[in-house]
């Protein structure tokens, strides 16, 4: 069965200062992986997808993720951080040739510091 | 076009009754998908509805059920409330099997 391990419940970045939050996956056959956000007392919006081809995905707001098969890692990382990016971010695997049901990580809360 | 509805958006209700929550995927879909959120397990997936038909379940005990009308609208219910599920429950809607889900803002239960 598929999983996903994100590496920090909060991360803290200075404004203008780059973005990283981890995520680590597994799965039994080639997956699809996606990044969601999650805006307070919303739904989750979708930021970006890797399904085939490029491993460097470019999402919405200026963010990206690359997925390393060897790694086993679909990091997502924007350049310059947003005040408006303080969210909570969720990675998460499908298997898509198996099922749809979508496996989401715990979340990571991203705040962003005057 | 309108995003995925969900009503009501807030519920409160008391322990052992039952609720029904509904969900209006996006025109022109017709997969639906609901999550349970609470802040211990956080998005954990309930079971998914294609062409009126659940293709997949969760591990959720059988008090939570579902359906989905040929319209592609999907309702799920929890019958006997325990405290446990008081949650946010979010629906989510695709164009087909292996696309792209689409969230709404979901409905907030409170079981006291």
């Known amino acids: 069965a598929q999983s996903v391990t994100q590496l920090g419940s909060h991360v803290s970045v200075s404004e203008g200062a780059l973005v990283l939050l981890r995520c680590n996956y597994s799965?039994?056959?080639?997956?699809?992986l996606f990044w969601y956000v999650q805006y307070p007392n919303q739904g989750l919006q979708l930021l970006l997808k890797?399904?085939?081809?490029?491993?460097l995905v470019k999402g919405i707001n200026g963010f990206e993720a690359e997925f390393k098969k060897s790694e086993t890692s679909f990091h997502l990382t924007k350049p310059s951080a947003h005040m408006s990016d303080a969210a909570e971010y969720f990675c998460?695997?499908?298997?898509?040739?198996?099922?749809?049901?979508?496996?989401f990580g715990k979340g990571t809360r991203l705040h962003i510091l005057p | 076009k309108a995003g995925v509805t969900q009503t009501p958006r807030y519920l409160i209700k008391t322990r052992g009754q039952q609720v029904t929550l509904s969900c209006s995927p996006i025109?022109?879909?017709?997969?639906v998908s609901w999550y349970q959120q609470t802040p211990g397990q956080g998005l954990q997936f309930l079971f998914e509805?294609?062409?009126?038909?659940?293709?997949n379940k969760g591990n959720f005990p059988g008090r939570f059920s579902g359906r989905q009308f040929s319209n592609s609208r999907s309702e799920m219910n929890v019958s006997t409330l325990e405290l446990g599920d008081s949650a946010l429950y979010l629906c989510?809607?695709?164009?087909?099997?292996?696309?792209?889900?689409?969230f709404g803002p979901g409905t907030r239960l409170l079981v006291l």
């Open positions: 989510a809607s695709s164009a087909g099997l292996q696309e792209t889900q689409y």
């Open positions: 509805y294609f062409s009126e038909t659940q293709r």
């Open positions: 890797y399904t085939t081809g490029a491993t």
């Open positions: 025109s022109g879909h017709r997969s």
């Open positions: 799965s039994s056959v080639p997956p699809y």
């Open positions: 998460a695997v499908s298997e898509p040739r198996r099922d749809d049901k979508i496996i």
